[in-house]
């Protein structure tokens, strides 16, 4: 069974930088697309990067697009996403989650899904 473990959070300077892991296990994850969310207070969990593991094809949410950089180490089972000049909307949980579906965007196209991972970014 996939399992996701994200770890890398915590609280950060607006303007700073932060990176988030997500080591997997359980799968054979060439076959994959992993994903990042986020989920705010009070808000619907949105979709912020994901990668395609076996091409490693990425693609962003408009809001982070030129901030944040998704990538992958095979070599670690390890999906990372880089975090650059936060700000204070960028605070949230953030989950890291699986899926069989090359283009998946969206949390319905997502099977498996860490614990998250908590973003805090003060002003």
């Known amino acids: 069974q996939v399992q996701l473990v994200e770890s890398g959070g915590g609280v950060v300077q607006a303007g700073g930088s932060l990176r988030l892991s997500c080591v997997a296990s359980?799968?054979?994850?060439?076959?994959?697309?992993l994903g990042w969310f986020r989920q705010a207070p009070g808000k619907a969990r949105e979709s912020v990067a994901r990668i395609n593991w076996l091409s490693g094809s990425t693609y962003y949410v408009d809001s982070v697009k030129g901030r944040f950089t998704i990538s992958r180490d095979n070599a670690k089972n390890t999906v990372y996403l880089q975090m650059n000049s936060l700000k204070r909307e960028d605070t949230a949980v953030y989950y890291c989650?699986?899926?069989?579906?090359?283009?998946?965007?969206?949390?319905?196209?997502?099977?498996?899904w860490g614990q998250g991972t908590q973003v805090t970014v003060s002003s």
């Open positions: 359980g799968g054979t994850f060439s076959r994959y697309t």
């Open positions: 989650a699986a899926s069989e579906v090359t283009t998946a965007w969206g949390e319905k196209s997502y099977d498996y």
